[in-house]
C-alpha cells in the first residue's frame, strides 16, 4: 500500500511537468494575442494623446511597467510551474481523501475521473460565466468585484460537481442511464441557478476586434486544459498498480 508521503511527491512531480507543458501551450498561442492586445491599448492610448493636442507633455509621463514584456514571458513558466507544483499537491491529498468513495477498483481510472471533476467545477464552470479578458480589456476599479464573482463562480463549480455526482449515485439504482442522466441533471440544474444569480459583467469595448477576443480566450481555457489533461493522465500512469509486464502486454 503506497503511503501518503509516495502519493504527494508524485503529485508534485507530475504537477511540475504539466506546469511546464502549459506554459509551453501559453508561450506559443496565448503570448501572440497578450502582445496583440496590448498593442491596440497603446495605439489607444496614442490616439487619446493626439485628440488632445498634446503629443509630448503625456509621453513623458507614461509609467514604465513593473516587468518588461521579456520578464512576463520568461516568469510565465515560473507562474505555470509553480502553478502545477501546488496543483498536482492538491490533486494528490484529494485523491488521498477521496479514493476510498471513488467506485472503481482501478486508481489510474480514479485519477483520471478525479482529474476530469476537478477541470469541469475549477475551469470550465467559471470560464463559461466569466471569460478571461486580454490585459487591454477590464476596468481597474471593478478587479475586486471581479475577483470575488469568479472565486464564487469557482465554489459553485465545485458544489455542482459534487451535486453530480450526488444524484448520479442517487440514481444508479434505476440503471446505468438514469445514473448518467442523474449526474448531468445534477451539475447542470447547479450551474444554470447560478449563472442566473449571478451579476453579469461585460467589460468588452465594442470597438475591441472580437477574433482577437475570442483567440486569447481559447488560448487560456486551452492552457488549462492541457494543464489538467498532463495532470489526470501523469497522475494515472504514477498510481497505476499494474506491472509494467502488464502494461506492455495491454499496450
Known amino acids: 500500500m503506497r503511503t501518503f508521503g509516495s502519493l504527494l511527491v508524485r503529485g508534485l512531480i507530475v504537477g511540475l511537468f504539466a506546469g511546464l507543458l502549459a506554459g509551453t501551450f501559453a508561450y506559443v498561442l496565448g503570448e501572440p494575442r497578450v502582445d496583440a492586445a496590448i498593442a491596440i491599448e497603446e495605439a489607444g492610448g496614442h490616439a487619446h494623446t493626439h485628440d488632445h493636442g498634446d503629443s ?9 511597467p513593473l516587468v518588461s514584456r521579456d520578464g512576463q514571458r520568461a516568469g510565465l513558466f515560473l507562474a505555470t510551474s509553480l502553478y502545477g507544483v501546488a496543483l498536482g499537491g492538491l490533486f494528490a491529498v484529494a485523491f488521498t481523501l477521496l479514493r476510498r468513495k471513488l467506485r472503481t477498483g482501478n486508481d489510474a481510472y480514479a485519477a483520471l475521473g478525479l482529474a476530469a471533476a476537478g477541470f469541469v467545477g475549477i475551469v470550465l464552470v467559471p470560464f463559461l460565466k466569466y471569460p478571461p479578458n486580454p490585459p487591454a480589456v477590464g ?23 459534487w451535486a453530480g455526482v450526488a444524484l448520479s449515485r442517487w440514481a444508479s439504482r434505476y440503471g446505468e442511464v438514469a445514473r448518467l442522466a442523474g449526474g448531468v441533471v445534477g451539475l447542470v440544474v447547479t450551474v444554470a441557478a447560478a449563472y ?7 467589460e468588452v469595448p465594442e470597438t475591441f476586434p ?3 477576443l475570442w ?3 481559447f488560448a487560456s481555457l486551452g492552457t488549462q486544459a492541457t494543464l489538467w489533461l498532463l495532470l489526470g493522465f501523469g497522475y494515472a500512469v504514477a498510481v497505476d498498480r499494474r506491472p509494467i509486464r502488464s502494461k506492455v502486454a495491454a499496450a
Open 56 to 64: 509630448t507633455e503625456p509621453a513623458a509621463e507614461e509609467e514604465e
Open 139 to 161: 476596468d481597474p476599479d471593478t478587479i475586486t468585484r471581479r475577483t470575488v464573482t469568479y472565486l464564487l463562480t469557482l465554489v459553485i463549480g465545485l458544489l455542482a460537481v
Open 196 to 202: 442566473l444569480i449571478l451579476p453579469r459583467i461585460n
Open 210 to 212: 472580437a477574433t482577437l
Open 215 to 217: 483567440q486569447f480566450r
